[in-house]
């Protein structure tokens, strides 16, 4: 019990809870006016003045229920138990002001672990005060428990939802990060044996063909600025260090071309590239590759009634650009992005360039991406 305790009280807050927006304010006036309007027409109201005035006050606690949720809590709180008394016998109180569920919802779906505790002891003693100073039944006291625990519940399920969600998509940018971590790594590496291989010439030709270890040298000179080009493009791009282990070699530009033909099961894939391919960084030319396959692998399992799939490769002196489009079904209604799709805008982004998918202006779907032809910049 004492680690769980432990536990909860370290617990930290949500991260980047929603700013406060036009519509939290329009929250507040709606509610101030609704406080307003039931002390005014509501009949037998004990003190009508001091609780309207108390409530009015602590309606615009809403705006800080993100920010500040245990203070905010705490300040309706001690309202409720006076707004009780105020009330006195078994007179309720104001109605309207149960749109104050609200803060008790946001401390457990926003504040931390410390926060939460502590609000939850203020809420329940709050509650407890006010129930007995009210007179209440039994009935209502459960009543009122069980929304407080309703609220409670929600706001700590949609608080654990977000949390797997974020780790879900983590974990699908760290896959990613590692995948092309690896295809740089085995880029890099054809460099270096490259260089290895031209030295190797160089000093068997340097005596008998000193044009030849020239030749030779200048090859190294280009296979090392590539390579260091691309492990600066690494640094900058990744964290942490690639996966251990044997393996394939990576898929470049040229394999493009590799996806076309028909599968059997699903619409023909045709396939055009157009540009000069020399000189194109095998990092860029992986990419390619790999977003041109994940593309396709949609479409072909997922494009309704398509009756072909088109995968264009465009290369110019700036950059490279890849479409590939589908002439499927329309889309009923917006779809959502699953995590193959981000997982693409990762690898774009993470050579400098993007990656958007969405709906063809006429039907289908089509996926564009735009890398920059030197990679990311070092």
């Known amino acids: 019990m004492r680690h769980l305790l432990r536990s909860l009280w370290d617990e930290p807050g949500a991260p980047d809870p929603p700013r406060r927006t036009r519509w939290d304010w329009v929250l507040v006036g709606v509610f101030v006016g609704l406080v307003v309007l039931e002390g005014i027409v509501r009949q037998g109201l004990p003190h009508r003045v001091p609780q309207v005035a108390f409530a009015v006050a602590v309606v615009p606690t809403l705006l800080w229920r993100r920010s500040r949720p245990s203070e905010m809590v705490t300040i309706a709180s001690v309202v409720s138990v006076v707004e009780a008394v105020l009330a006195g ?69 949609l608080r654990y939802r977000a949390r797997e969600k974020t780790r879900e998509l983590d974990q699908v940018k760290l896959l990613e990060r590692e995948r092309l971590a690896r295809d740089l790594h085995d880029s890099v590496a054809n460099h270096v044996s ?50 251990a282990g044997d393996h394939d070699p990576s898929p470049g530009i040229g394999d493009v071309g590799s996806l076309a033909g028909n599968a059997g099961h699903g619409p023909p894939v045709d396939v055009a590239i157009t540009g000069d391919v020399a000189d194109l960084p095998a990092a860029v030319g992986t990419a390619i590759y790999r977003l041109a396959q994940e593309s396709v692998t949609n479409a072909v399992r997922h494009a309704r009634n398509a009756t072909r799939v088109q995968v264009r490769v465009d290369i110019d002196d700036a950059a490279v650009r890849l479409l590939v489009s589908d002439d499927g079904d329309p889309l009923l209604g917006q779809a959502l992005p699953g995590y193959g799709l981000l997982g693409m805008s990762e690898r774009a982004a993470l050579l400098g360039g993007s990656c958007e998918a969405g709906p063809n202006p006429d039907r289908g779907w089509q996926v564009s991406a735009v890398l920059p032809r030197a990679g990311a910049a070092s």
């Open 89 to 157: 016998g078994e007179q309720a109180g104001l109605r309207s002001l149960g749109v104050l569920v609200l803060l008790p919802f946001a401390l457990v779906r926003w504040g931390s672990g410390r926060e939460v505790m502590f609000g939850s002891v203020v809420v329940l003693a709050a509650a407890g005060l006010s129930l007995a100073v009210s007179e209440a039944t039994a009935v209502d006291a459960a009543g009122g428990m069980t929304i407080l625990f309703a609220v409670a519940a929600l706001g700590l399920a």
């Open 194 to 243: 490259a260089m290895v291989i031209r030295a190797q010439a160089g000093v068997v030709t340097a005596k008998s063909r000193p044009d030849a270890a020239v030749d030779a040298l200048r090859l190294i000179e280009l296979e090392a600025t590539r390579a260091l080009g691309e492990m600066r493009a690494m640094v900058h791009m990744l964290r942490g260090d690639a996966a």
